[in-house]
T-cell receptor, first 112, second 113 residues
Framework: DSGVTQTPKHLITATGQRVTLRCSPRSGDLSVYWYQQSLDQGLQFLIQYYNGEERAKGNILERFSAQQFPDLHSELNLSSLELGDSALYFC???????????FGQGTRLTVV | AQSVAQPEDQVNVAEGNPLTVKCTYSVSGNPYLFWYVQYPNRGLQFLLKYITGDNLVKGSYGFEAEFNKSQTSFHLKKPSALVSDSALYFCAVRDGNTDKLIFGTGTRLQVFP
C-alpha cells in the first residue's frame, strides 16, 4: 500500500458528461501529481500542485482542471468528456523536495 | 528539457537468466533517476532511485540499477529473473525545477518459465 488513495476505482460515463476524480496523498506529502495513462501514449503528466498552489502544467486539456484543497487532497475535474478521454488516471504524491513519488491505484475512466 | 528514453518496447528472458532493461537520460544538471514497475491493473510501484553516491543502486525485489554518467544511462538489472517479474517497467527523471517525474515510454518484461 503506497498510502495514496484514489476514488473511485472505476468510472463509466457518457460522452459530454463531467466527472471528478479524487486523490488523498500520503500523510505529510505536500506535492500532488496527476498522470494519464492510455494504451497508446504511455504516462502523460497532466498537472502538479504543491501545498495548494499549481506548480507545473503538462499536456492538460482545457476541458480538464484540478485543484488541491487546504487538507492537501486533490481533485481532477474532467468535463465535456470524449471517447478519447478513456484512460487510467493516476495520482501521486511526494515529500517536499523529496525523492520518489508514490502512486495511487488509479481511476479507470471509460467514456461510452 | 529533461527526458528519458527506453529503447526497447519489450524484453524477453528465460527464468533464472539475468535481465537488463535499458534507460538513457538527458538532463541539465545532476540527474535524479528512478525505476518503477507496474503490474496489470495496478498503480506504479517504486523500485529504486539514484540521487547521488554509488553508481550501483540496490532496490526492491532483488533489482539493481547501474548509473553511468559517461553513457548517460541508468539500466535496470537483476541477476536471476523470476516469472513473477513479468510486468511493465518505467524509467523516470525528476525535473529539477518542479519535482515532477518525467517518464519513459515503458518496457514490457516477459519472463518465460
Amino acid at each position: 500500500d503506497s498510502g495514496v488513495t484514489q476514488t473511485p476505482k472505476h468510472l463509466i460515463t457518457a460522452t459530454g458528461q463531467r466527472v471528478t476524480l479524487r486523490c488523498s496523498p500520503r500523510s505529510g506529502d505536500l506535492s500532488v501529481y496527476w498522470y494519464q495513462q492510455s494504451l497508446d501514449q504511455g504516462l502523460q503528466f497532466l498537472i502538479q500542485y504543491y501545498n495548494g498552489e499549481e506548480r507545473a502544467k503538462g499536456n492538460i486539456l482545457e476541458r480538464f482542471s484540478a485543484q488541491q484543497f487546504p487538507d492537501l487532497h486533490s481533485e481532477l475535474n474532467l468535463s465535456s468528456l470524449e471517447l478519447g478521454d478513456s484512460a487510467l488516471y493516476f495520482c501521486a504524491s511526494s515529500e517536499p523536495r523529496g525523492g520518489e513519488a508514490f502512486f495511487g491505484q488509479g481511476t479507470r475512466l471509460t467514456v461510452v | 528539457a529533461q527526458s528519458v528514453a527506453q529503447p526497447e518496447d519489450q524484453v524477453n528472458v528465460a527464468e533464472g537468466n539475468p535481465l537488463t532493461v535499458k534507460c538513457t537520460y538527458s538532463v541539465s544538471g545532476n540527474p535524479y533517476l528512478f525505476w518503477y514497475v507496474q503490474y496489470p491493473n495496478r498503480g506504479l510501484q517504486f523500485l529504486l532511485k539514484y540521487i547521488t553516491g554509488d553508481n550501483l543502486v540496490k532496490g526492491s525485489y532483488g533489482f539493481e540499477a547501474e548509473f553511468n554518467k559517461s553513457q548517460t544511462s541508468f539500466h535496470l538489472k537483476k541477476p536471476s529473473a523470476l516469472v513473477s517479474d513479468s510486468a511493465l517497467y518505467f524509467c523516470a527523471v525528476r525535473d529539477g525545477n518542479t519535482d515532477k517525474l518525467i517518464f519513459g515510454t515503458g518496457t514490457r518484461l516477459q519472463v518465460f518459465p
